[in-house]
Each structure stands twice: as structure tokens, then as C-alpha cells.
């Protein structure tokens, strides 16, 4: 299959907000950790309102002071939404709990109303399901099909135990000339099934780069000066059960290969070799930062159809074609910026998610 010359990375992360407060006042602190848990009463609530349901896990509030500790919390599995300067907020299963129970001295306050119960999430109709996504990207490559070109790159956990039949697709956006032959920008969406944005802002790119292409003179030179491949969704298998309201992160890799009693999941974006398992990760399946068996255990971690490792700017910082790749990137997120403001997102979420591409 065609080689890619030079391959930048681009990991579109989705922001997981609008979480549910609305916490019990008479939570006993005896149901977590005595002596360490402040239960979050509803007058103290930050997050925008959202009903709960029992789920096995339970949101927490913990504070740090070093970043050793945050690295703590990722190691003993912790699945961090979001960190600030001074605490995080994420959410535990009973077996991560226990483990923070018995290692940590921090501050924790609970803002589930009771362990166990997280916030509900909803899938709303906009957002596109597998099937959706499949059915678009077929639609572009076949409208536009001498900028186009979609690829089934491998097939996905479920599909290769004969549980589901669900590949990972990726379309090749180039214009005229040998795209092997130019460098080469990849960008990957939806590691984490709960991040729907991931989906939705690749699909956007596709559409507008091709849309564009005879009408914008930035757009037309990129894509005659650049190959561009994008995956919009990494992790099909656990997409869909975020499509059933579930706030899952992980693939659906049952790890019976590790043991009969494990728990479900892979963190596809724990499981790239550059420096696997050197923090920031867990070893436990039981954790949402589990980053499997080995360094790309996961079938969908090394599309063929790329034929290329990938690498990141800093370890190529004197080689010209990623110098070339960094100004792509630019126009990249001009023309990404465009795309997120028609669509009426304001300029301070525009920002940072452009900061992911500069």
C-alpha cells in the first residue's frame, strides 16, 4: 500500500462537560473514605445540572499539590475528566475505589449523590453513529471521487472475535498529483467513545476541505501539496455503547487473554508504543487507563493502508517535510477555525481546539 513520506498525529480530543450535580445532602462520608470524603452539597454544585443513575461508578472532587500525585491518580485508574490547579474531577468503578482508599491521603469530596451513581448521559440525535459516519464518508468519496478515496484500514475487536461486523474506515484526501509522494498529515478521532465531538469535527474537516477545494486557493494548494488522511472514528465497538447513553471510554476488548475474570476495555489512546506504559497509565483492566497487554495490542492501532509508523513533530524537528507538515497544519487550523464558526461555535472553544493542531 502507498507509504506515507512523513505522518503527523493529530489526536482529537473531545471536552466532556455538562455534568450532573445536584448531590444529596445527607451522603454519610462513612460510604467512601472515613475521615477523607466531603460529600458536595447542592448549594456548592459547578456543574450544570444532570439527572444519575447507577453505574458502578461514582464522581469525585480530589485535591493535589504536585503533579507525582496526578500520576498517582492515573496509575491506581482513575478516570480524570478534567484537572485545574489545584484538584480533578473524574469518576471510579468499586475496585478503583479501593485501591484510592488505600493509597491515598488526599482531600476527596464525592459529587454523586450516593457511590455508584454517575451522571447520565444522553446521545443526542445530531451526533452521528457508526452507521451514520460510514454512510457520510461514502457519500463524500463518491461525490468528489478525484479528491477522495475511502479505505476499510482493519477490522475491529468485535468484528475479529465474530461479535459485531464493524470495520474502521479512513478517507485519503489529496489533489492532483502522487499523494504517496507528498507529505503526509493523519488525524484520528474518537479514541475514547464517550468523546462524540471527536467524530464530528473530522467529518466537518473532510467535508469542507472537499467542498472547498475549486473555491478557496489555500484549500486547493494543501491538498495539491499534501496528502491527508483522517480516521473520524477510531473505536467503532465502544462508540456504540456510548450511542446507548453509556459514559464509557475504553474499546470492548474482553482481555480474557490476560484472565478469566477480567474487566472490559482497552484506552485506545494508552496503546501507541512511543513510550507506553511510562505513566499516566494503569496496568489494571479494571481501570478506564488501561493500556493493554503490549504496545498496539489493539487491531486497529496500525492501519495497513498507511504503511507507516507514526511519529511525532519533536523527534523530527531537523527534517524538512515535518518542518513543511508544521505549516500545513497551520492553514489546517484556519481552515478548521472557518469551519467551526459556521457551525456558531464561539471563538474561546474554537481556541482551544485549534491549540491541538498548532
Avoid at 450544570?48 to 492515573?74: A, M
Avoid at 461514502?138 to 459485531?164: M, N, R, V
Avoid at 475504553?250 to 494508552?270: A, H, Q, S, W, Y
Amino acid at each position: 500500500m502507498k507509504r506515507l513520506t512523513k505522518v503527523s498525529s493529530i489526536f482529537l480530543a473531545g471536552v466532556i462537560s455538562a455534568l450532573a450535580v445536584a448531590c444529596s445532602n445527607n451522603v454519610q462520608q462513612e460510604e467512601i473514605f472515613p475521615n477523607q470524603v466531603e460529600a458536595l452539597s447542592s448549594e456548592k454544585g459547578f456543574l450544570t445540572s444532570r439527572s444519575f443513575e447507577e453505574t458502578g461508578y461514582t464522581i469525585l472532587k480530589i485535591f493535589y499539590t504536585d503533579k507525582k500525585q496526578l500520576t498517582s491518580l492515573n496509575e491506581l485508574g482513575m478516570d480524570v475528566w478534567t484537572v485545574q490547579d489545584n484538584f480533578v474531577i473524574g469518576q471510579a468503578n468499586a475496585k478503583v475505589m479501593g485501591r484510592l482508599k488505600k493509597n491515598l491521603s488526599l482531600k476527596i469530596e464525592m459529587l454523586s449523590p450516593k457511590e455508584g451513581f454517575s451522571a447520565r448521559n444522553n446521545f443526542d440525535k445530531g451526533y452521528h453513529t457508526y452507521e451514520q459516519t460510514l454512510a457520510e464518508l461514502k457519500d463524500l468519496s463518491t461525490k468528489y471521487p478525484t479528491l477522495s478515496k475511502l479505505y476499510d484500514i482493519g477490522d475491529t475487536w468485535e468484528k475479529k472475535k465474530g461479535l459485531a461486523n464493524r470495520d474502521i474506515w479512513a478517507i485519503q484526501l489529496t489533489g492532483k498529483g502522487d499523494g504517496s509522494k507528498k507529505p503526509g498529515i493523519v488525524f484520528f478521532g474518537n479514541h475514547h467513545a464517550r468523546e462524540l465531538v471527536t467524530v464530528e469535527i473530522p467529518l466537518k474537516l473532510i467535508k469542507h476541505l472537499l467542498e472547498n477545494y475549486d473555491k478557496n486557493p489555500d484549500i486547493k494548494n494543501m491538498l495539491d501539496t499534501t496528502e491527508i488522511w483522517v480516521v473520524p472514528m477510531v473505536n467503532p465497538d465502544g462508540h456504540t455503547l456510548a450511542e446507548k447513553g453509556q459514559n464509557w471510554r475504553k474499546n470492548k476488548n474482553d482481555n480474557k487473554d490476560i484472565g478469566p475474570n477480567e474487566t472490559l476495555g482497552v484506552d485506545l489512546n494508552r496503546n501507541y508504543g512511543y513510550q507506553w506504559n511510562t505513566g499516566g497509565t494503569s496496568d489494571s483492566t479494571s481501570s478506564d487507563t488501561f493500556h493493554g497487554k503490549e504496545a498496539f495490542s489493539e487491531p486497529i492501532k496500525r492501519p495497513k493502508v498507511l504503511d507507516a509508523e507514526i511519529v511525532r513533530f519533536k523527534n523530527n524537528n531537523e527534517n524538512k517535510q515535518t518542518k513543511r507538515c508544521c505549516c500545513c497544519c497551520s492553514t489546517l487550523a484556519s481552515t478548521l477555525a472557518s469551519t467551526l464558526a459556521s457551525e456558531g461555535i464561539g471563538k474561546s472553544m474554537q481556541q482551544k481546539l485549534l491549540s491541538i493542531i498548532r
